[in-house]
Structures are given as structure tokens and as C-alpha cells.
């Protein structure tokens, strides 16, 4: 008897999670119809994905299928609010990092730095070298522009560690310090790491950052205009 009343309850409860789960897929079914589609993420920085045209070439290619789960991940219904979700759970299960992102403070999500490959940063040197050397009569200037990791270090996740940025900027700089000159981006942002310089789940500097370190750099580059006057 009591077997027959739990296996009653457990099919009650499949059931109604059953109809719940469909319920919840028809109304975000109804939702992604109802929610205009975003043209760009401005949390992101990027340009979003549209609604692909179908067409007989592109289904048979199995392109519209590609580019169409692209675009439900782009304009899926609340997709701001579940990605949040998502790193918040991450960060209370005591999670640092994610696809070699690493979840930092105050909402920031930081790419981890990788150092260069040394054969690859040397054809880069000597490509610049040969540049400047044809072109002698032109004003060259180098500006790297650093990782949010490396300037906002107060915002790294508690006991990580990220590669030394700033070792890899002094090698490029001591390797090109005959050929053009040296403009210093780390200085001019450590100098605002507090403030919003670098996007919070994008890897691009703000218009902001941009601003501190042109107006830091501007006087060495001979621009005597006021800046500011120009920032809006």
C-alpha cells in the first residue's frame, strides 16, 4: 500500500515538473518573439548577431543552422540577466576562473594574460624595424595598450596570479628603443585603475581609458590642443 502511495507521488511530481519545464519553454518561446532584437551589447562592446536570411544554398550548407545558433545566443530573452546569473553562481561555488577568464571583483570579468610567443614577437619586431627604416622621415610612436589584469590588479580574484605584462612591454620597448618612441599606456591607466577604464565582460578599453592615456601621451606626440575640450 505505501509502496503504491510513493510511487503515485513520484509520478505527481514528474508530471508537474514536466509541465513546468514545457510551460517555461513556451513562455520563452513567446518571449524571444515578443522581444525586439538588439543590434549591439554595450556590456560586451560588440555587435550583435541578426537574424540570418534563409535561403536553399544556405540551408543545404548547413550555414543558416550556424549562423542561426549564433543569433539565438545573442538575442536569447533575459540574456544579460542569465550570463550575471551564471557568474554569480560560479563565484559563490568558489569559482576563479571560466574558459580561461578569470572572475574578478565587482563584476569584472578579466582575460588571463598570455605571454607572447618569442619567434612570432620577433618577426613583429623586425617587420616594425624595416617599416621605420623605409620610412625615416616619419614620426613613429609605439603605444601597447596593457590587459585589464595587469592595470587593475585590486579587482583580480583573491590569490590569483597572472603572468608579468609588464616584462614582455620591457623587452618590445628595449628592443625598438633606436627605431621610434616609446608611449606609456600602463602608467597613464594605473594611475585611474579605480575607475571604469576597461569594459566589465569585454576585454577593450572604455572611451574613458582611451582618454586618460591620449591625454598622457598627447604632449609627447607634439598635439598642444586642449583634449579636453574634445571629449565628450
Not at 550570463?83 to 570579468?109: N, P, T
Amino acid at each position: 500500500m505505501q509502496k503504491r502511495i510513493n510511487n503515485r507521488r513520484h509520478r505527481r511530481i514528474e508530471g508537474t515538473v514536466g509541465k513546468v519545464f514545457i510551460l517555461s519553454m513556451i513562455i520563452f518561446f513567446l518571449l524571444n518573439l515578443i522581444v525586439p532584437d538588439k543590434k549591439m551589447s554595450e556590456e560586451e562592446n560588440r555587435m550583435l548577431a541578426a537574424m540570418p536570411k534563409l535561403t536553399w544554398s544556405s540551408l543545404t550548407s548547413g550555414d543558416f543552422m550556424t549562423k542561426y545558433e549564433s543569433y539565438l545566443a545573442d538575442q536569447f530573452a533575459g540574456r544579460n540577466f542569465w550570463r550575471s546569473m551564471k557568474v554569480g553562481l560560479s563565484s559563490l561555488g568558489g569559482s576563479k576562473e571560466e574558459e580561461d577568464i578569470l572572475i574578478g571583483k565587482d563584476d569584472y570579468l578579466m582575460e588571463k594574460i598570455v605571454l607572447p610567443d618569442q619567434e612570432t614577437l620577433k618577426e613583429n619586431i623586425d617587420a616594425i624595424r624595416r617599416f621605420a627604416s623605409q620610412n625615416r622621415d616619419v614620426p613613429m610612436y609605439m603605444l601597447l595598450v596593457p590587459n585589464a589584469a595587469n592595470v587593475m590588479s585590486q579587482r583580480l580574484p583573491s590569490f590569483a596570479t597572472v603572468q608579468d605584462q609588464n616584462r614582455s612591454f620591457a623587452q618590445v620597448k628595449r628592443e625598438l628603443s633606436d627605431t621610434l618612441e616609446w608611449l606609456d599606456a600602463v602608467e597613464a591607466l594605473e594611475r585611474h585603475a579605480d575607475e571604469k577604464i576597461f569594459y566589465k565582460t569585454d576585454h577593450h578599453w572604455t572611451s574613458l581609458g582611451a582618454f586618460y592615456t591620449f591625454s598622457a601621451v598627447a604632449e609627447q606626440m607634439g598635439i598642444k590642443a586642449d583634449s579636453a575640450s574634445f571629449f565628450v
